[in-house]
């Protein structure tokens, strides 16, 4: 004769995961994922120029010698060119990107210590400063140069003066705000909301795709 039968282990590991689920016990495993989501996200900001809201990154004001000129090279031989290389020029603050996760807690941290200069953006007051920082420095002209380009003036005959000089920004510099990460008074971008919900369902369905194969 048929009949219902029922597993009593069964039901009380139900039991079990569903109280796991109450006190929030798959928090932290969620709280690591999306903390690797947003380095994820933050990478991609530095890759495509451009904020987590999508605004692009304002251009530099003035770009590196080295990479104007392999940029003009590529451009006169046909090439595809991806324009300024903004806060990539060493990479050090995009490479220091990474997830922090505590407990229950996560969230993204670049800690490199210009971050939130270009996080939010500032301006430095006018002021006087040694070029190079205390290096040799060269003028071809009266004009900074490099070291290259005092080498080549100085082979065509051109008067090259090397030493330190004082640089003076008698407006000062302001530097534009190129964010890196989302702004609490902004709210949370798309992306990172997409992310959030994909990973949080992403859990919970392994969670009980494993319930149901014990």
Known sequence: MAGVTYDKGALARMRRDFESLRLGAHVPRLAQLVSAGGVKLTMDCFRKQADPYGREWKPLARERTRDKRARLAA?????????????????????????????????????????????????????????????????????????????????????????????????????????????????????WNKMIQRETVGLMRRWVEKGARQ
């Open 75 to 191: 451009i006169a031989k046909g090439k595809k060119v991806r324009g300024q290389k903004i806060l990539i020029g060493t990479s050090r603050m995009r490479n220091s990107t990474a997830s922090i996760q505590q407990g229950r807690s996560g969230g993204v941290a670049i800690p490199t210590g210009y971050a939130s200069v270009h996080q939010n953006g500032a301006h430095i007051a006018p002021h006087s400063r040694l070029a190079s920082y205390g290096n040799v420095t060269y003028r071809v002209n009266n004009r900074f140069a490099s070291m290259a380009q005092a080498k080549r003036a100085h082979r065509v005959g051109q008067q090259v003066q090397a030493g330190r000089y004082s640089r003076t920004f008698a407006e000062g510099i302001t530097i534009p705000q190129r964010m890196m990460l989302p702004s609490p008074e902004m709210g949370m971008p798309a992306s």
